[in-house]
């Protein structure tokens, strides 16, 4: 089966070289006819072109594999492919999470689907154990780990005791976070990912906007000073619930007990578990990124397409984010103590304090109606 | 799709009852159409029988769940099940271990096929993820804490620092462990479910008498105080390890790093970790056993085989296992101390030591030439 592979990155390298490798049977029915690259400085092969048109036009490219990141050009080709009656096979969650329904539409009404299984944990078999599990059992609720780069700041804040500006500066110094960080701290990344998992887990679709998101840029060392003071550990948790007309779908650091299989889960891995009525809790603990665990779930996709099994359906129902459904007890650090006086149950230091049981939607209006940039909320595990 | 349940009891009711339930369109397409039962008094179904003749020779009866337990006469209905021409999928693990080369010849002959994925890791779904990353990659080795019984006895010996006797005896009032509880704590468990998961990873059967087993029955408070002032944690591992032409199969306490994700898996959970060339090491982490869990695994075998997808391929090569092959750095506490001369490192109590870099095999050989049946050995992570 022959494959148009956009990008020849990090991910889109690796995919060429697990198909040219071919370890295994199922690998060596696959074959890259075209690589789309950037500039001339990356026609390293010959089967490279700067011109999308040689795939989209090719009849004997039957899957064209995203690997570009960003919002476009990749929407735009992926669109296009699907409208020629290609399969889309993509690792980028910010663009698929973005036009979600667009291209599920797009790819409904040509015959073909839209695979994202390196969308989400990287070399975390997650998509696929959720389209298995399914396959007895409705999925409950899921909550994850899905980012290694706010994991591995986290830790080291936890381990050494270091302010979040220096260790998210090592971060970037070992490549684990990008030169503008904001979809890694802010818990953007992981929003992309919650909005996916809960497309596969509920099928369901629903606006990204509506998924209630706070990251870890404004945490500081005294937060985790409570932590440590009352065994907990600090985790940036992302969270799909179902509950049949409607999901609860949110990104919030979490306080976690210590026995929580979650509060160990080391650096910059990923951790993800789904809860269902017959399995149970089922966790998944790997890689979260890289070049070959990433490109590993495209070529898995790939091997999908070629079986034709447990083929993609695309064809989701659209349902409402509401936050009003999940309770919790939330720590917040601010500046503002007065804006949140009807939901204050304890202090805790001078600057935080622990709210009563309140929703979370009821936590994030207060955070925004008291217009503190500088806050810092987590939830508290109970 | 027609099934004969044989045996109504933890598993085979769940099995009957998520069946019966049909939570998911593929679930409605299976039946259960008669159950095996021990006597009388479990004659609680119209499907219920006392006779396996009766399912045995109903054509319609396509698949043969076997969730007895037992080595007889699991065993022999299940050959009989294979030479009518009838799936088997089986969560006997002790019975699959030890018949194994035997009744997958028998399903090849048959032109049948022979499943297992309740066998291991209970509601993990270890097999089931090794089936997919093998579509893709070559499984270089496998390691994992495969019993929650033993789990839950270390990990309440750690924390409470209790003994193992009284340990133990609180895990049978709570029904993690047998009255006879030889196979949970002198890893007999562990070895068939390594034995099993070398069969589906690296495609290879093997005499299970040559798999190295090192239980924790002679575990003693001293041993974990040495783990606790050295900031290591015991866990009972089965490890695979494919080398070509012969693999390494081994079941030994292992004292962990306090970052390895294995060292904090809580209480009576499960944790199995592959490492592969493309996927890099990708960890499991659930509940090992229990009833819906367990028969979660079942019916998604049952689904495979409705669906035809993926068949099970129970033609393997026979290949030995050497444990040569595997060195490590080894405590061994012993009254024995003489008897060990040649591989002492250093000491580290009066008796305990911890041994030179040797292969596993030298250290099992010292361990039965010692004769003290009441030696604590395991390997010390490096």
């Not at 960080?181 to 887990?201: F, T």
Request: net charge negative.
């Amino acid at each position: 089966m022959k494959i148009g592979l956009l990008g020849h990155g990090v991910v889109g390298s690796g995919v060429r070289k697990i198909i040219d490798d071919g370890a295994t049977w199922e690998v060596r029915e696959l074959a890259v006819k075209r690589i789309l690259v950037k500039d001339e400085s990356e026609l390293t092969d010959p089967r490279c072109t700067l011109n999308f048109d040689e795939i989209l036009n090719d009849p004997e490219i039957e899957i064209v594999a995203e690997c570009m990141g960003g919002l476009e050009p990749a929407h735009t080709f992926a669109k296009k492919a699907l409208e020629k009656g290609k399969y889309v096979v993509t690792s980028n969650k910010k663009m698929l999470a973005t036009y979600c329904e667009d291209l599920f539409e797009t790819a409904v009404r040509n015959g073909v689907t839209v695979h994202y299984e390196a969308s989400c944990g990287g070399g975390i078999p997650w998509m696929a154990a959720l389209d298995r599990t399914r396959r007895v059992d409705d999925i409950d609720s899921f909550r994850g780990i899905f980012n290694g780069t706010t994991n591995y700041i986290l830790e080291r804040m936890k381990k050494e005791g270091k302010d979040f500006d220096e260790m998210l500066a090592e971060a970037q110094k070992l490549g684990y976070a990008e030169r503008d960080p904001s979809d890694d701290i802010d818990g953007y990344d992981v929003k992309y990912k919650v909005s996916l998992s809960c497309v596969k887990a509920f099928d369901t679709l629903q606006d990204i906007n509506d998924i209630t998101t706070f990251g870890i840029r404004n945490i500081r060392r005294e937060d985790l000073e409570y932590c440590a003071a009352n065994s907990l550990t600090c985790k940036l948790i992302g969270t799909g619930e179902f509950h049949g007309d409607y999901i609860s779908a949110f990104v919030i650091p979490m306080f976690l007990k210590s026995d929580d299989v979650f509060s160990n889960i080391p650096l910059n891995f990923n951790a993800i578990e789904s809860d269902s009525k017959t399995l149970g809790a089922a966790a998944f603990v790997g890689q979260g990124a890289g070049s070959l665990p990433t490109a590993h779930a495209v070529v898995q996709n790939l091997v999908d397409i070629w079986k034709n099994q447990d083929p993609e359906i695309n064809d989701k129902a659209v349902r409402p984010v509401d936050n009003q459904a999940h309770t919790g007890v939330y720590y917040i650090r601010t500046a503002k103590h007065a804006a949140f006086a009807d939901i204050i149950d304890r202090n805790v230091s001078e600057h935080a304090f622990i709210t009563k049981k309140i929703s979370l939607m009821q936590a994030a209006d207060a955070c925004a109606a008291s217009g503190d940039e500088k806050l810092f909320i987590a939830e508290v595990a109970q």
